[in-house]
């Protein structure tokens, strides 16, 4: 049993590519899930959904630990504590509306987990051609969507300007382009705090997308004789130590 749920996380089979595929697809359609509730009153109805969503995620949690060679230093990584407060918000009912936002700490996981940028690379050429700038747009997406659940969960209940998830978005996004309204302010030391955070990370996050977007296209092909990894798509040499390369093109019958 042990080994066959190994083989689902880890091996290379259509059947494991499916099943991590999956497990994407469910992290998306949870993130939504939460996005599109924090804007209704709770209700019977998604409490008994949290249970669900909950008790999936605790599934996956316990098979991934029971897995792991190295247990100690699973627990270091934050990958694994989103996955916990995860499961806490999803589960507890005492967690109410606001803790229970922080279950969009689990955006964390989309594309970092379950070796999926590395079956995306073999999949999907369109990938290959624009990783670079998919993966700053990626890691752009899950700070604003990580952000938000933290200034919805934190201000949601004590300040009256944050009403759902699209009052914290918005603030978010005006804070981080440095536009800066005015109409929506965190209140307390943490709320500043919190928006020093979003200005400081965010418009790295920013200008790193604007630089990829704007030089010029990188291809990934290593070199084999120094290792160098980038090169220009129309490149036949390497320009470090000018070995031949041979860059992998689409081509047409």
Partial sequence: MLSRIKDLYEAETTAAHRFRYGL??????ATLYVVATSFFTRSETIEITDMVLGTVILADFIARLAIETERRRHFLRLATWADIIAIISFLAPI???????????RTLRLLHSYQL??????????????????????????????????????????????????????????????TGFGDITLEGTSGRLLSVGVMIVGVTL??????????PSK????CQSCGLLLHDADAVHCKHCGEIIR?????SA
């Fill in 219 to 222: 291809v990934r092909q290593e």
């Fill in 206 to 215: 920013f200008l790193r997308l604007a630089q990829v977007l704007f030089r």
């Fill in 95 to 105: 967690a109410g509306e606001g803790l229970g936002f922080l279950r969009i700490l």
């Fill in 117 to 178: 940028l590395k079956r995306l690379r073999t999949d999907l050429s369109y990938f290959r051609r624009h990783e670079e700038v998919l993966l700053a747009a990626l890691n752009l997406m899950v700070f604003l969507f990580v952000t938000t659940g933290l200034i919805y969960a934190l201000q949601y209940g004590r300040n009256d300007d944050i009403r759902n998830y699209a009052d914290a978005f918005y603030f978010t996004v005006t804070t981080l382009t440095t």
């Fill in 24 to 29: 994407l697809a469910f992290d998306i359609a």
């Fill in 247 to 251: 860059i992998k093109t689409e081509g």
